[in-house]
C-alpha cells in the first residue's frame, strides 16, 4: 500500500520538494491532495502531473479559474477556501499531512489533521510558535506523531534516534546567521528586502527567509524544539555556523554530543519526515568535508534583537509567542514591501508585545483572538 500524502502548501520552496521527493520513490509515495494560496496556474500543472485525488486553491478568488484548467480532469476534485483545508486533511484515505504553507493559517488545518489522527510532517513551524502546548496537547491525546521536517529540528531528530529516554542535556542549534551576520547595526539600518532575500546557504520562501536575516526564524526555532523534544529554552544554544553543513545537534548527560551533517537541501528532512524510521535513497549532492572548514560563534543578541525577543516571549509563556508571530507576520510583510524598515521590525514587536492583551492559560479561541490584537497593534504602528 502507498502511502497516501497531503502537502498543504504544494506550490511553495517546501512543496515543490516534497513532490521531488514523492517523484523519486513513486513506488512508495502518492499524492492524495495538493494545495495553494494563490498560484493556482501551478497548483493545476501539478495536479495534471501528480493526479491527486483533490486540489484545493485557499483563496476563493481563483476557484473557477483552477476548475476551467481541470475541466477535462473529472477525477480531480476541485475545492476553495480555508475551510476546505481544513476538511481535506480529514478525508479518510489520508496517512500523512505535510504542512507547508507560510504562516499562522497552518494552525487550523493542522489541528484538524490531528483530530483525524493523521500523521504530521510539520513544516509550518508558526503553528508551534503560535500554540505549542495545544499542538503537544492534542498530539498526545490522539496518538499522533509529529515528524519535524525543519532543518534542524530533522537534525535534532536524527540524532535522538536509537536514545530511548536518555535525558537531553542540551541542544545545540546551528544558524546560518543570514546574510547580514558581519553587518554593523548602522549598516543593517539602511538594508532593503533585495538585500535580505539573498540567503547565503538556503533557497526558501520569501517570508522564511526574511526572519533568517532578523534572525526571528532562529528565534521561531528555539521555540519549536521546546515543543518538540521537550526541552527548556535555557538549555538550547544557538550556534552561528555559516556554512550550514552540522544541520544542530544533542548533548547527553555524559558529555557526548550527536549531530547530523549534510549538504544544505531540504528534501533530506522532508523525506526523513515521510520514510521515518527507514532510510531511503536520494538522488542528491554529497557532503565532501574537505571542501571547507566548519566555524561556530555565538550570536549576537543585541544585533539580532528578534532572536532575544523569541527567547523573551517563550520565557514569559502563555499566548506571548503568538503575539511575537502575529507582529512579525506583519512586519515581514511590511518590509518586503518597502513599509517598514529592517531593524524597525524589531522596534514593533517588542512594543506589541509590551501592549498585547497577556493570557497565562490560551485556549483555542484565545490564540484566534490574540492573533487578530496583535495584528492590529503592529498594523497601527506601522502607520
Ligand atoms: P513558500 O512561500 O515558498 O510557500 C508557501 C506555500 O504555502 C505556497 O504553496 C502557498 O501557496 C501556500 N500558502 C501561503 N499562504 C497560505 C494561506 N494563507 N493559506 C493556504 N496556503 C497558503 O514558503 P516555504 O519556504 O515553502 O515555507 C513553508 C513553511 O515551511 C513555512 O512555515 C516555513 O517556515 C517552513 N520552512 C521552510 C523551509 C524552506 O527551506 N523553505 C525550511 C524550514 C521550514
Ligand atoms: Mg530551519
Redesign the pocket.
Known amino acids: 500500500m502507498k502511502k497516501q500524502i497531503c502537502i498543504?502548501?504544494?506550490?511553495?520552496?517546501?512543496?515543490t520538494q516534497a513532490l521531488d521527493v514523492i517523484e523519486q520513490h513513486s513506488d512508495l509515495y502518492e499524492v492524495y491532495c495538493l494545495?495553494?494560496?494563490?498560484?493556482y496556474e501551478m497548483l493545476a500543472q501539478q495536479a495534471r502531473k501528480f493526479r491527486p485525488a483533490a486540489v484545493v486553491i485557499?483563496n476563493k478568488d481563483y476557484y473557477e479559474n483552477l476548475k476551467a484548467l481541470l475541466a477535462d480532469m473529472p477525477d480531480i476534485k476541485v475545492y476553495a477556501g480555508?475551510q476546505a483545508?481544513d476538511e481535506i486533511v480529514e478525508a479518510g484515505p489520508v496517512d500523512m499531512v505535510l504542512t507547508?504553507?507560510?504562516?499562522y493559517?497552518?494552525l487550523s488545518p493542522t489541528i484538524h489533521a490531528i483530530r483525524a489522527r493523521k500523521t504530521i510532517c510539520l513544516?509550518?513551524?508558526?503553528t508551534l510558535v503560535v500554540a505549542g502546548e495545544l499542538i503537544c496537547r492534542l498530539a498526545t491525546q490522539y496518538n499522533v506523531n509529529i515528524l519535524p521536517?525543519?532543518?534542524e529540528h530533522s537534525a535534532i531528530f536524527q540524532s535522538l534516534v536509537g536514545e530511548g529516554n536518555n535525558e537531553i542535556e542540551k541542544i545545540l542549534l546551528t544558524a546560518s546567521g543570514g546574510p547580514f551576520r558581519k553587518f554593523t547595526l548602522e549598516q543593517m539600518a539602511d538594508v532593503k528586502a533585495a538585500d535580505a532575500l539573498k540567503h547565503p546557504t538556503?533557497d526558501?520562501?520569501?517570508?522564511?527567509t526574511i526572519d533568517s536575516a532578523s534572525m526571528m526564524n532562529k528565534g521561531f526555532e528555539v521555540i519549536e524544539a521546546k515543543w518538540l523534544f521537550g526541552v527548556e529554552a535555557d538549555k538550547i544554544q544557538v550556534l552561528v555556523h555559516p556554512q550550514s553543513i552540522v544541520h544542530s545537534a544533542v548533548q547527553f548527560a555524559d558529555g557526548g554530543v550527536k549531530a547530523q551533517l549534510g549538504v544544505p537541501d531540504?528534501r533530506l528532512p522532508i523525506q526523513y519526515a515521510f520514510s521515518y524510521p527507514d532510510r531511503l535513497s536520494l538522488n542528491a549532492p554529497r557532503l565532501d568535508l574537505f571542501k571547507q572548514p566548519l566555524e561556530f560563534f555565538e550570536p549576537d543578541m543585541k544585533k539580532f534583537r528578534c532572536l532575544a525577543m523569541a527567547y523573551e516571549a517563550i520565557r514569559q509563556g502563555g499566548n506571548m509567542p503568538c503575539v511575537v508571530n502575529a507582529a512579525n507576520e506583519i512586519v515581514n510583510e511590511a518590509f518586503r514591501h518597502d513599509r517598514c524598515g529592517f531593524l524597525q521590525m524589531a522596534d514593533i514587536i517588542e512594543a506589541t508585545m509590551q501592549k498585547a492583551t497577556f493570557i497565562t492559560k490560551p485556549t483555542y479561541d484565545d490564540y484566534v483572538a490574540t492573533d487578530a490584537e496583535a495584528r492590529r497593534i503592529a498594523a497601527e504602528m506601522l502607520g
Open positions: 498543504l502548501g504544494s506550490t511553495g520552496s517546501i512543496g494545495t495553494a494560496n494563490n498560484r485557499a480555508a483545508l507547508a504553507m507560510v504562516g493559517a497552518g513544516a509550518n513551524k508558526e521536517v525543519d532543518s538556503w526558501m520562501g520569501a517570508k522564511i531540504m
